[in-house]
């Protein structure tokens, strides 16, 4: 049984090093020679944070006033010290500046 044993160790022995190479260490390629690939970037730029919700109107512009019956665009911007553009700038979504209407809420720009 030994001397079997002992065949086939030599035989597979044999067929290693009829391959080149030792059981140990395959034989070098192209790839292994060249030196390891960098795996970082050579400069690294610092992140952009960029705010993903803009500021609401009122706080940005100013302060949110609640129309009472008898208001127009002219007289508040009087109140408050600014221009009816202004108030109209602020409140895009405001279609006839002609037509308030009474519990309607409107951003008033700071002066």
Do not use: E, H
Request: with cysteine; net charge positive; aromatic share 2%.
């Amino acid at each position: 049984m030994r001397l079997r044993v002992a065949l086939a160790a030599a035989a597979l022995l044999a067929v290693i090093a009829g391959c080149g190479g030792s059981a140990a260490t395959p034989a070098p390629s192209a790839a292994s020679s060249l030196p390891p690939a960098s795996t970082a970037p050579a400069s690294v730029a610092p992140p952009t944070v960029t705010p993903s919700v803009a500021p609401s109107p009122a706080a940005a512009a100013g302060t949110t006033y609640t129309v009472k019956k008898g208001d127009t665009l002219w007289g508040l911007a009087r109140k408050f010290k600014v221009t009816v553009q202004a108030i109209q700038d602020a409140n895009p979504s405001l279609k006839d500046p002609n037509k308030l209407s009474i519990g309607q809420k409107l951003v008033i720009p700071k002066p």
